[in-house]
């Protein structure tokens, strides 16, 4: 069989998960939308099932595909509802809602309900994607207070820029919130990954962790509350061809790469097809019979070449990790112009292997 293949390690997302409830003191929801960013996420939510407060997924599909496989914890539709239709799906599963927008607060207040909903009412605290404007924001909470249909409501906003610790605009983002939410008096919940590692002065009763549990840094720059995440995923396959070339032969699609003295040239059973990302660069840093080495020339759909002139264990068969523990995706990511969140979810093709 095709050595391609990721190994999902199940203690590792347990004890990122931990390490973001100890971070925060709060009560947090493990954000497993996108098939938790490609890990899979009934498997994730099984795993955790022992721990988790909660889980949030992005819409009702997946929350359904959860509660079917018999996930019994709290689970948020981060997007709502798209349609005032789900929202009997959404009393029947037992979801719980955000609302992010006016007219959903209006869907709730007219809609017939077999039992109250939770709402998380989402703020636009600065961010500029979704949320109710400040100015409208108390009149959607007592709206729904007053509605009937709502058993409680949880004051909600996410940030633009906690990646980024020197920037003011989250700062700018909780104060707007909390000036906002004077007098309301219901539970808060603000942070991502970022926020969770890197803000811990913002008020919270519940965190949302995403990127964090998966063991990537959201951040650019090394943190020490980063440092403590253990990745869950390891992408791996195996050499299955390797060639000696002399001095100025190219390799790949385009010749994009020339050797530059005589080269061993291991070919690799993994390609964009498998997720990994076409635009990492020569260079990019790959580890093959347990040494660091580069990728060399383009990626293929189905193949990629590393370079194996100085690692002269490395042979046919040789196993090769292109992200996990010692290839951090963070960096693949960064050298490919794209972040690791988008290297999770892309990942296709590739049978997953799940470790306790
Ligand atoms: C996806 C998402 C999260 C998780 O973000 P991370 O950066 O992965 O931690 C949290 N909150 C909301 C509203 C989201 O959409």
Not at 23 to 44: F, M, N, P, S
Not at 101 to 120: D, F, G, K, N
Request: net charge negative; aromatic share 6%; proline share 6%.
């Amino acid at each position: 069989m095709r050595p391609a293949r990721a190994v999902i390690d199940l203690q590792a997302l347990r004890d990122n998960y931990r390490l973001a409830q100890e971070l925060t003191g709060a009560r947090a929801l493990a954000v497993i939308k996108a098939d938790a960013y490609g890990h899979g996420a009934v498997r994730c939510a099984n795993a955790l099932a022992e721990v988790a407060d909660g889980f949030a997924v992005a819409c009702i599909e997946e929350a359904l595909e959860l509660r079917e496989a018999g996930i019994q914890a709290p689970i948020l539709l981060l997007e709502g509802f798209f349609e005032a239709a789900e929202l009997a799906l959404i009393v029947e599963h037992n979801l719980w809602c955000v609302a992010h927008s006016l007219w959903q607060v209006e869907a709730i207040e007219q809609a017939r309900l077999a039992a109250p909903l939770t709402v998380w009412l989402k703020m636009d605290s600065g961010m500029h994607r979704v949320g109710v404007h400040p100015a409208d924001y108390a009149q959607a909470y007592q709206r729904l207070l007053a509605s009937g249909k709502v058993a409680k409501v949880v004051l909600m906003s996410h940030f633009s820029s906690a990646d980024e610790l020197d920037n003011p605009r989250s700062s700018e983002q909780v104060a707007q919130f909390t000036s906002t939410c004077q007098g309301l008096s219901a539970e808060v919940s603000l942070r991502n990954s970022p926020a969770v590692l890197g803000w811990p002065q913002v008020p919270s009763d519940w965190v949302r962790p995403g990127i964090m549990l998966y063991g990537a840094s959201p951040f650019e720059q090394p943190h020490p509350q980063a440092e403590r995440l253990q990745p869950v995923m390891t992408l791996e396959s195996r050499v299955i061809s390797v060639r000696e070339l002399p001095a100025g032969e190219p390799v790949g699609y385009g010749q994009k790469f020339m050797t530059d003295r005589p080269m061993r040239i291991g070919v690799v059973a993994m390609g964009y097809a498998d997720g990994y990302p076409r635009h990492a660069p020569t260079g990019t840093p790959v580890m093959v019979a347990g040494k660091r080495s580069r990728l060399v020339g383009r990626v293929s759909m189905d193949m990629l070449c590393i370079d194996l002139t100085d690692v002269p264990e490395a042979n046919l068969g040789s196993p090769v990790e292109l992200w996990g523990q010692n290839v951090l995706a963070s960096d693949v990511a960064s050298l490919a112009q794209s972040i690791p969140y988008q290297l999770f979810c892309n990942l296709k093709r590739v049978p997953r292997h799940y470790t306790e």
